[in-house]
Nanobody, 119 residues
Framework: QVQPVESGGGLVRTGGSLKLSCVSP????????MGWYRQAPGKQRDMVAT???????RYADSVKGRFTISRDNDKNTVYLEMNSLKPEDTAVYYC?????????????WGQGTQVTVSS
């Protein structure tokens, strides 16, 4: 499988916004679930948000109301819009393309993009 490619990370102040993008090549993007995960230094990688092939979304409690996941199947791209950012959102954000139409099981990972929120 071709790896997804993330972009859009950077340094932002508390309360700011960022929008991450993840491009996943292939002509069957629309039938695959996608997800965003993050990993802070010394911590495990955790789910941030997922979206299945039907557009149904799921969020971690810590980002509900602040982050929005969406997908554009014509562009083979999934987005993560992040608002009201907090220092605890600082992490490397990874995109995952699942092998299934729902966000469970195996998949391929991107290389990650760093998000740093300064206080």
């Amino acid at each position: 499988q071709v790896q997804p490619v993330e972009s859009g990370g950077g340094l932002v102040r508390t309360g700011g916004s960022l929008k991450l993008s993840c491009v996943s090549p292939g002509n069957i993007f629309s039938i695959k679930a996608m997800g965003w995960y993050r990993q802070a230094p010394g911590k495990q990688r955790d789910m941030v948000a997922t979206i299945d092939s039907g557009g149904r979304t799921r969020y971690a409690d810590s980002v509900k109301g602040r982050f929005t996941i969406s997908r554009d199947n014509d562009k083979n791209t999934v987005y993560l819009e992040m608002n009201s950012l907090k220092p605890e959102d600082t992490a490397v954000y990874y995109c995952k393309r699942f092998t299934n139409s729902v966000p469970v099981g195996f998949g391929s990972w991107g290389q990650g993009t760093q998000v740093t929120v300064s206080s």
